[in-house]
């Protein structure tokens, strides 16, 4: 799975040191680790794995840039503000009937030998595109080989304190409204992978599980994680959807979240390599969601509500830059990330347009 692109992507962001960005890498794989565990065993147990969101990556740079950057207070208030909204998350999912059931049962199944291709086939191209770089002179291994074995992150709520922010937090608040949009999405497209129907109890439960897993992220100085969405297209390639293997990788995730070996290894990775992977899951993602479009009964309103937020995120992908810039502070943030403001335009038009039913009887009665 590509947990270590958007940590990459937001260091990069930041101008961050390599040994910040490593402990970047470092909390993440343990958040996504014990999100995974909390999701997969006690709320929304399904065979989902968390991981960190692109949505959030550019009101995090944002926030942190205006607050004064990475070491001047800009970590503190983003640890703050992505606190704050998890706990607005938690509260608002725990107001709805909910019922809890705590079963623990870890256990770890490896592959078949002739399965190995197939389940293996992101880490042996990732493998594969490492060593092509290294032949081409485009893989620098002395970081690689200078990190230490294990370490624990540095970039913590510890490390760079914690500071409230009232126009970082109401934004981290709209960030998490739309990263429960896209992650209801991802139940959705996993349920028709593996042929399963979400309850509203499982929804309720998977609500709360994505806010505490938001909440220890933070703590660990973290981007928030999310039902990640890569997890139908790793499902598709890799043909395996048992809980205990997702459990599993979430207990691998841990133990390489104090792995700073790999950190560096993965930091170092040439962005073409990263990008050929990410491609090949995007294309599964983009596949499985229009799978989960083609089962439901479209009407002329539904053409609305899921066609105009597709044009909006493509309209604001060529914004020009000064458009952005002479904005106010907290529509920056939101137009730094498209897939909010398309979110965000599908929740209002979903409220906004009549059901096709009402739309069908509107026509019936012109008749």
């Known amino acids: 799975?590509?947990?270590?692109?958007?940590?990459?992507?937001?260091?990069?962001?930041?101008?961050?040191?390599?040994?910040?960005?490593?402990?970047?890498?470092?909390?993440?794989?343990?958040?996504?680790?014990?999100?995974?565990?909390?999701?997969?065993?006690?709320?929304?147990?399904?065979?989902?794995?968390?991981?960190?969101?692109?949505?959030?990556?550019?009101?995090?740079?944002?926030?942190?840039l205006a607050s004064g950057g990475v070491n001047h207070g800009g970590m503190g208030t983003l640890i703050g503000a992505m606190l704050v909204g998890s706990l607005v998350n938690i509260i608002l999912a725990s107001i709805t009937a909910v019922t809890l059931l705590v079963a623990?049962?870890?256990?770890?199944?490896?592959?078949?030998?002739?399965?190995?291709?197939?389940?293996?086939?992101?880490?042996?191209?990732?493998?594969?595109?490492?060593?092509?770089?290294?032949?081409?002179?485009?893989?620098?291994?002395?970081?690689?080989?200078?990190?230490?074995?294990?370490?624990?992150?540095?970039?913590?709520?510890?490390?760079?304190?914690?500071?409230?922010?009232?126009?970082?937090?109401?934004?981290f608040i709209v960030i998490y409204a739309v990263l429960t949009t896209e992650t209801t999405g991802t139940w959705f497209a996993m349920g028709a992978v593996i042929n399963h129907q979400l309850t509203k109890n499982q929804w309720n439960r998977g609500l709360i599980g994505e806010g505490l897993s938001c909440f220890v992220s933070s703590?660990?100085?973290?981007?928030?994680?999310?039902?990640?969405?890569?997890?139908?297209?790793?499902?598709?390639?890799?043909?395996?959807?048992?809980?205990?293997?997702?459990?599993?990788?979430?207990?691998?995730?841990?133990?390489?979240?104090?792995?700073?070996?790999?950190?560096?290894?993965?930091?170092?990775?040439?962005?073409?390599?990263?990008?050929?992977?990410?491609?090949?899951?995007?294309?599964?993602?983009?596949?499985?969601?229009?799978?989960?479009?083609?089962?439901?009964?479209?009407?002329e309103s539904s053409l609305y509500v899921i066609g105009l937020p597709i044009v909006l995120t493509l309209a604001l992908v060529l914004l020009p830059a000064t458009v952005t810039k002479e904005s106010p502070q907290l529509v920056q943030y939101l137009l730094g990330s498209p897939i909010a403001v398309a979110a965000i335009a599908a929740i209002l038009l979903n409220l906004c347009m009549p059901s096709d039913q009402q739309h069908s009887a509107a026509l019936s009665s012109l008749d």
Request: glycine residues 10%.
């Open 219 to 299: 703590i660990l100085g973290a981007t928030p994680v999310t039902g990640y969405s890569t997890n139908a297209g790793v499902i598709s390639i890799t043909g395996v959807a048992s809980k205990r293997v997702f459990i599993s990788a979430g207990i691998w995730f841990m133990i390489l979240g104090f792995f700073s070996k790999l950190s560096a290894f993965l930091a170092a990775i040439p962005a073409p390599v990263i990008g050929g992977v990410f491609a090949i899951i995007c294309v599964t993602i983009m596949l499985n969601g229009l799978n989960v479009i083609r089962r439901l009964d479209l009407g």
């Open 1 to 64: 799975m590509d947990v270590y692109v958007p940590p990459i992507i937001l260091a990069g962001l930041l101008a961050m040191s390599a040994a910040q960005q490593m402990s970047l890498l470092q909390a993440t794989f343990l958040a996504a680790g014990i999100g995974t565990i909390i999701q997969t065993c006690w709320f929304m147990r399904m065979p989902i794995s968390q991981g960190p969101s692109f949505v959030p990556l550019g009101a995090a740079a944002g926030i942190v």
């Open 104 to 171: 623990i049962s870890i256990s770890i199944r490896f592959p078949r030998v002739q399965r190995l291709f197939r389940t293996g086939a992101i880490i042996l191209s990732l493998l594969t595109g490492t060593l092509v770089a290294t032949a081409m002179g485009r893989f620098d291994w002395k970081t690689v080989i200078q990190a230490p074995w294990f370490s624990f992150p540095q970039g913590t709520a510890l490390n760079f304190g914690i500071t409230f922010s009232p126009s970082a937090i109401i934004t």
